[in-house]
């Protein structure tokens, strides 16, 4: 069983930065890969970022590459996101998910059902 608690939403102008965080509680946070999603009003809940056990290993959606960056700390159980040059397109609500199912090419669990565990959300909206 893996617990998850998401902060470090808010407001913020295009253009600027905010830091997310995931508090992870569980056994099985260190052997498995983590992500990050996001749901907009009245959307499906899309893919950000994912991670894998070692941190050795991320990938991106092609909408935030080279704006987010997706880390982790086993030590303290806490992943993140830190997101820089934000657009109003990025306004969602921000999911932490943990995958649970042993080892997994971050590449390719980048759907919803490829994740076992999930956070309550953080909000963050970017105004124009």
């Known amino acids: 069983q893996v617990q998850l608690v998401e902060s470090g939403g808010g407001l913020v102008q295009a253009g600027g930065c905010l830091r997310l965080?995931?508090?992870?509680?569980?056994?099985?946070?260190?052997?498995?890969?983590m992500g990050w999603f996001r749901q907009a009003p009245g959307k499906e809940r899309d893919f950000v970022a994912a991670i894998d056990w070692s941190g050795g290993r991320t990938y991106y959606t092609d909408s935030v590459k080279g704006r987010f960056t997706i880390a982790r700390d086993n030590a303290k159980n806490t992943v993140s996101l830190q997101m820089n040059s934000l657009k109003p397109e990025d306004t969602a609500v921000y999911y932490c998910?943990?995958?649970?199912?042993?080892?997994?090419?971050?590449?390719?669990?980048?759907?919803?059902?490829?994740?076992?565990?999930w956070g309550q959300g953080t909000q963050v909206t970017v105004s124009s």
């Open positions: 965080s995931c508090a992870a509680s569980g056994r099985t946070f260190r052997t498995g890969a």
């Open positions: 998910a943990a995958h649970s199912r042993g080892w997994a090419s971050v590449a390719v669990i980048t759907a919803v059902d490829d994740y076992d565990y």
